[in-house]
């Protein structure tokens, strides 16, 4: 039986001729991610190890994005034990303030991803970088901690899901619709610790942006990756990255998967998911009256010049909604300043928009948008658990920048159509 990308990614990295679903090896890595969420845990374990050095100071990640800029003296001293590690052990690349952005847009943007790669991050949304053709998953602190020391990591195998895409998105559709599409499919544990690989004639229609958005939320369906192959697409954006040449992998034509799922993309709707699940999905077919509160459009998810763009597309020679806060969070510094020279911040701020630094900020709760008791927000984010955006009783829903933009517009969830 042939093996999967995922698979062969795993077998190279674990030095076998051949890997199956359900097996565990010790595996070599070549990049390990932290944050300043999820590091200075991984400091504390790490210190137990009695080592005297990281294993390689040119694999290993340690970006300040999630309550950076410091949002009061807990976080401050939570970037301040991050950066003393990272220059104690000679880290290259520690990201922070003016260098710093949204680690799974600014790593790729950076050009530290590449296909083939084996990656680990003590952050949930590390499976983004399959979008290259790499094998990436997020692990907890502990696991970073002795990734950083070791340059390995345990993994079992995981069986595979087939996304077979065909067609074109149109009327409105973006990739933030058909992954949350597939997640209201299968739900929320529908891929738990499965290789979600999505393939077909539709994929190569998908910019890498696309793919990237699609890959970050595999994670929310309990997949361990997403991933797809390598085409002429992801070869332009690495070599805009400067990343190391890539290794592309392809599944065999007799590959082993446990479920096929068709889906043909002009079929695609502009989709939301209600509170509290990124599986809880209605088009607008049925969506009612959603007043709201807040936007929020960027993240990991949807913080890309692709995104920003399709959001000015709407805002442009209109005005938000009376009393609703909209928030514009670009991905990287990079992103800021192309947007910036594209005139898209005349046409936010014009609208009303507040423009924010790069941060992960509002989309767990951290600062920079939080919100209030019984207070409502659509976000490009995703996650809408209870509680993730602030108050308990407060509401998060999950969709594509288009609609975002719309709601901005009327101050309730709309569909793009209603405002152009």
Known sequence: MGMTISNKILARHMGRDEVKPGQIFLADLDLVLANDATLPIAIDE????NVSTVFDREKIALVMDHFSPNKDIKSANQCKKCREFAHKYEVVNFFE???????????????????GDLVIGADSHTCTYGALGSFATGVGSTDMAVAAATGKIWLRVPESIKFNLSGELKNYATAKDLILHIIGMIGVDGALYKSMEFTGSGASTLSVS????????????????GIFAVDEKTREFL????????????SDEDAEYLATFDIDLSQIEPTVAFPHLPSNTRTFENIGE???????I????????????????ILKGKKIANSLRVLI??????????????????????????????????CLGGH?????????????????????????????????????????????????REVL
């Not at 303030?97 to 296909?115: F, M, Y």
Request: overall charge negative.
């Open 46 to 49: 790490f210190s137990r190890l």
């Open 97 to 115: 303030g003016g260098n710093c952005g949204i680690e799974h847009v600014l790593l790729p943007e950076k050009g530290l991803v590449t296909a």
């Open 210 to 225: 696309d793919r990237l958005c699609i890959c970050n939320m595999a994670i929310e369906a309990g997949g361990k990756n």
């Open 239 to 250: 070599r805009e990255a400067n990343a190391k040449e890539p290794l592309a992998l392809y």
């Open 290 to 296: 959603v007043k709201i509160d807040q936007v929020v």
């Open 298 to 313: 960027g993240s990991c998810t949807n913080g890309r010049l692709e995104d920003l763009v399709q959001a000015a597309e």
């Open 329 to 362: 969070i670009p991905g990287t510094p990079k992103i800021w300043r192309e947007a910036m020279h594209l005139g898209l911040w005349d046409i936010f701020l014009e609208s009303g928009a507040l423009i924010s630094p790069p941060t992960c900020g509002p």
């Open 368 to 416: 920079m948008g939080i919100l209030g008791s019984g207070e409502r927000a659509v976000a490009t984010t995703n996650r809408n658990f209870v509680g993730r955006m602030g108050d308990p009783t407060s509401e998060v829903y999950l969709a594509s920048p288009l609609v975002a933009a719309a709601s901005a517009i009327t101050g309730k969830i709309s569909h793009p």
